[in-house]
């Protein structure tokens, strides 16, 4: 899952570096799914950009007993529009990322042979639990504006398009 750094090394280091929120297993969805929306609008000020993945990325997430009976789709498009509207609110700009690990659609069977083993120093990969594991293969920029088609074609320009350049404005080139 990457590397992880604690918030207050971050904060100490914090000046020129650019705070996302991060992926579907970050604290912003979950927030949002199961928590007040005082709790959500407390985390999303701590970041710079807000990230929201195409609502198949978020499916493990509700694999749980407490869900088993509500519409998946529903559910999930919801709570990326609650994010969005949360951070528009905050004045926070929200981009649409594919939490992209492999290139090739086909190429998912290599992650859940990675995902369903055990993981170097022991334990088990967070998607280990998940009976369908997540979709994250490359998306062009049109498959993610039909990913993100129920926000509307307005919208989805945005955050797929119009956002991400703007984040990649903000990045000096090395």
């Not at 990230?51 to 529903?74: A, F, G």
């Not at 594919?98 to 967070?126: A, M, T, V």
Request: with cysteine; net charge negative; charged share 25%.
């Amino acid at each position: 899952n990457g590397s992880r750094c604690l918030k207050s090394v971050l904060d100490s280091l914090r000046e020129g570096i650019l705070v996302g929120s991060g992926c579907a297993n970050g604290e912003v969805f979950e927030l949002a799914l199961n928590k007040s929306e005082e709790e959500l609008k407390e985390a999303i000020k701590y970041y710079d950009y807000i990230e929201v993945q195409p609502p198949k990325i978020y499916i493990c997430s509700l694999e749980r007993d407490e869900y088993k009976d509500i519409d998946y789709e529903y559910m999930v498009c919801d709570t990326i529009k609650k994010i969005i509207r949360v951070s528009k609110e905050l004045g926070k700009m929200v981009v649409a990322t594919s939490d992209c690990h492999y290139l090739h659609p086909n190429q998912k069977e290599y992650r859940d042979i990675y995902i369903s083993c055990p993981q170097l120093g022991g334990g088990i990969h967070p998607l280990a639990r998940c009976v369908n594991t997540p979709p994250q293969h490359f998306r062009s920029t049109d498959e993610m504006l039909v990913d993100f088609g129920f926000l509307g074609p307005d919208l989805a320009h945005e955050i797929v398009v119009t956002n991400p350049n703007l984040i990649a404005d903000m990045v000096e080139e090395i």
